[in-house]
C-alpha cells in the first residue's frame, strides 16, 4: 500500500503524475536485484491509457532499445502491476524521459546504477538523439549509428515524397502538454510546415533551455499564464489561418477550415485497436500519414466552402 497525498492547489496534472511515481520509486521493495549491462529501465513514459497507441510506443521503445542491443526490462509507467515496475531492479541503467524525472533519479540512486535523462523521440532528430544519448551511456555508439542509419534508409524515403507533395508550407494549430509540442514542433521543422499557434497545457518545468527557445520562438503560451476563459477560448479556437490543429478534447468544437486531430491529453475521439506508435521511426510513419490525412480534407472542406 502506497499512500498519496493530496496537493493538487500546488502544482498541475503533470506535477500529479510525477509525483505518483515518486511514490513508487520511494515505496516499492526492489531488493534481490539481478542488474545486468545489457538491461535497462526507462522511467517517466506518460501511460495516459492502456490503448493502442501507447501499447504501440511501448513496443516502439523495446524495439529502438533492441536495436542498441539493450533489453528493455521495465517501463514506469506501463499500465501493468506493481511488479512489472518492480523489474527495475535488475536494470543496469534507468533512462530518464521528462515525465517522471525525480522517480529516476531516486531510482538510479537506489539501484546504484547510471541515469541518463532524455527528451522525447518524436520525429527523426529527437529519435536519432534518444537513441545516441542512451549509446552514449551504455557504451554503444557505433551500434547506435548503424541503426539508425538503417532506420533513415527505411523511412526517409516516404517521409520525403509526402512532405514535398502535402505537408510543406502548411500551417499547424498546437496544444498540447510542454513536452509533447517540444517534439511535435521539431517533427513538423522536419517536414516543412509551419507552427502558427503553440498553446501549452501544463508548466515549463522539466523542459530543457534547448526547447524553451524553440517554443518560445513560436510564441508558446503557458496554461498557467492564462485566465480560465481564455485557456477555454484558445482551446475551443484555434489559429483560422491553420490547416490542422493537433489538439486534444477538453473542449470539443471543430475547427472551421482546419482539420482535427485529437491527440494529446485527453482524447475522448481517437482510440486506436491496434498499436500505432506516436514516438521513435515507426511514429513518424505515423504522424507524416495522419498530417498528410488531415490536409488532404483541410483542402477539401475550403474547396466546398469556396464553392458556397
Known sequence: LILLESRSLEGDWLDGYARVVQ????????SRARPGPGKVALVGHMMDRNEGDQVGNLREFRRLLKGLGLDLVSVWLDGKNTESLRKARD???????????????TLAKTLEIPLVEVGLPIGIEKTSRFLRQVAGMTGRRDRAEAFIDKELRRIIPSVREHAFRYLAGRKVSLQ???HLAAGIVSLLDELGMETTQVLLVGQAAGLSKAELEV????????????TTSAVCEKLEDPDPGADVAIAGTL??????TATWIPFGYPNYFSHPVSPRPFVGFEGVLWWVE????????????AGQMLRR
Open 176 to 178: 498540447q502538454d510542454p
Open 290 to 301: 495522419r498530417l498528410t490525412e488531415a490536409v488532404i480534407q483541410a483542402e477539401h472542406r
Open 91 to 105: 536494470a543496469g541503467c534507468i533512462i530518464s524521459l521528462p515525465y517522471a524525472r525525480p522517480a529516476a533519479r
Open 215 to 226: 517554443l518560445a520562438a513560436r510564441g508558446a503560451v503557458f496554461e498557467p499564464e492564462l
Open 251 to 256: 473542449f470539443p468544437r471543430s475547427p472551421k
Open 23 to 30: 511514490k513508487a520509486a520511494e515505496n516499492l521493495d526492489l
